[in-house]
């Protein structure tokens, strides 16, 4: 046990919103029936039908792929998705010095496609709708489609592009405006649009959103629809019941004992993980991310929130290590942790050793021991009372957000091989990997700011850069938030221009931006609120239950 005698910061967390209750999702009550199997299939050979006869040129393919998308069953039809944007890509380039006359609803739904497929469109093609001072036409505010397509496609810009820093100025602008007069459907859509794009939002997330909104669309296609709901149903099912499994893992830890200073965060770990892998092939991959998360929540808590400093120097000593004779080097409360820590490693080095993969393993603990020393650092800055400078504090803090040793985990588990030269690419080279951490990094800086410093707590960007350059709370969220757009710049650069890497490598890094930016004020600690609801949303609320108005 810990000695009581210590006085300790404890965060007084609240406890798990979710308890037991995903121990109610039984295997029975979870089961996919030979029925439900059969029907996907037919309705999916019926869609990729309707995909392969929708003409290549036409406006129809296109709001036809955009629909597929966002109703998140476009993981079934990926090759041919890749090659129908080819092929646009390919028309748009043969045709680009020709004037067409497609409205602007069509041209940005058509940057955003082609872009998001990793094609360089030049965003040049908006100039036709602006004015001789590079401003857009006023005439194009009555044209709501065609502002919310364009605000979408902002979400793609890269640096130096003006002319789309021009666009989310306007289209926000007047979308904000214009939404109060809307009808039903078209307010939704906006109002959704404005709160997160689709680029920055979480598949999982705009999927059982979209499939709300598109029933309520007089045009829907019935059969697209049915489809989008049974595979949302199935999926589901699935997920439900891995978090039964996992729910039943964590039990089995003994964490209210073991771990009391620590968050119960197993389901929010679990939406982590779905959030980065959603598919029926990732079940390995997403259970493996889970208890790495939770490890990541709880050893955050133990350096954040309860032990000492002299504890934590040979703690921080014994992971480096990662052997388990130096179990008796470390207190005795910190060992259950410890353990577990060694566990995810063995089970690792078992798996990929054999598979003749063992560099995973040696990349993952590379990671871990930068991930480790950062979260002393920033103890040793607590201890001495150091405010640093914004730079130096972003180096460790980029690192203490764990988000890079989560990406290297995620290639690991992606069942997929992963060379050395990628390994060093993503850890050296991307502009995705240190892109992704600092949005990770940032947005939890705003969002944890306030309940972090009701107790002693290391000081936050907020407070380095309020102190470097004697800026007040709300200029120092200003100059975060814009480190943050400039990041997604950064990652949307890597989308276009690493073509040596292939896509599987880069969308976690994606991903896991996604996750962090669509946290509310109620942040990862405190999910009794947006969180909640979210995980409601994707793994208890029937999607048949959707109701029309």
Request: hydrophobic fraction near 35%.
């Amino acid at each position: 046990m810990a000695d009581p005698t210590i006085t300790r910061p404890l965060a007084n967390y609240h406890s798990s919103v979710w308890g037991d209750y995903f121990l109610s999702y039984t295997l029975q009550l979870t089961e996919i029936s030979s029925q439900e199997r059969v029907e996907l299939e037919e309705l999916k050979e019926k869609v990729r039908q309707m995909l392969v006869e929708t003409p290549d040129n036409s406006t129809q393919k296109l709001v036809l792929i955009d629909t597929i998308q966002q109703l998140g069953v476009a993981y079934h039809f990926e090759n041919e998705i890749k090659t129908f944007i080819q092929n646009i890509f390919d028309e748009s380039e043969q045709n680009k010095n020709e004037d067409n006359d497609d409205g602007l609803s069509v041209v940005a739904l058509r940057f955003r496609l082609v872009r998001r497929q990793r094609h360089y469109m030049s965003s040049d093609v908006f100039k036709k709708f602006t004015n001789d001072n590079g401003k857009f036409k006023e005439i194009l505010t009555k044209d709501i489609q065609g502002l919310l397509s364009l605000y979408e496609a902002t979400h793609l810009r890269v640096h130096g592009e003006e002319i789309l820093e021009e666009a989310l100025s306007f289209t926000v602008t007047h979308l904000k405006s214009m939404s109060p007069k809307l009808d039903n459907s078209l307010k939704v859509q906006v109002s959704e649009a404005l709160f997160q794009p689709i680029h920055t939002n979480v598949p999982r997330v705009v999927a059982r959103k979209y499939i709300r909104i598109y029933e309520n669309i007089e045009s829907h296609d019935d059969l697209l629809l049915k489809f989008a709901k049974l595979d949302f149903h199935i999926l589901q099912k699935m997920h439900q019941r891995e978090l039964s499994e996992l729910t039943r893992w964590w039990k089995d830890l003994d964490y209210s004992n073991k771990y009391p200073y620590a968050r119960d965060k197993l389901v929010e770990c679990y939406f982590w993980a779905t959030g980065v892998y959603f598919g029926p092939q990732y079940k390995r991959a997403r259970r493996t991310l889970t208890k790495l998360i939770v490890i990541i929540t709880i050893t955050d808590d133990l350096y954040d929130a309860y032990a000492t400093y002299d504890e934590l120097v040979p703690y921080t000593d014994a992971v480096e290590r990662c052997d388990i004779s130096a179990m008796d080097l470390i207190s005795s409360y910190m060992r259950p942790l410890y353990q577990v820590l060694l566990d995810y490693f063995d089970e690792m080095e078992e798996e990929f050793t054999k598979d003749g993969k063992a560099h995973y393993v040696y990349y993952a603990k590379i990671e871990m021991n930068k991930w480790i020393k950062s979260y002393l650092k920033e103890a040793e800055w607590l201890k001495d009372d150091i405010i640093p400078k914004c730079e130096e504090y972003k180096r460790n803090a980029t690192i203490t957000i764990s988000n890079q040793m989560i990406l290297i985990n995620c290639l690991i588990v992606a069942e997929e091989f992963i060379s050395n030269t990628t390994f060093e690419w993503m850890i050296n080279e991307s502009l995705v990997a240190p892109a992704s951490s600092l949005i990770n990094r940032l947005k939890d800086d705003i969002i944890g700011h306030e309940h972090e410093q009701q107790r002693e707590h290391g000081a936050s960007f907020i407070e380095c850069y309020m102190k470097e350059y004697k800026a007040s709370k709300q200029e120092a969220y200003v100059e975060a938030r814009r480190q943050i757009a400039n990041a997604w710049k950064d990652i949307n650069t890597d989308y276009l221009h690493a073509i040596q890497v292939p896509t599987f490598v880069l969308e976690p890094a994606l991903n896991l931006s996604r996750l962090v930016n669509i946290l509310q004020e109620d942040d990862f600690t405190d999910s009794k609120n947006f969180l909640k609801d979210t995980i409601t949303l994707l793994f208890v609320d029937s999607v048949n239950s959707t109701s029309r108005g």
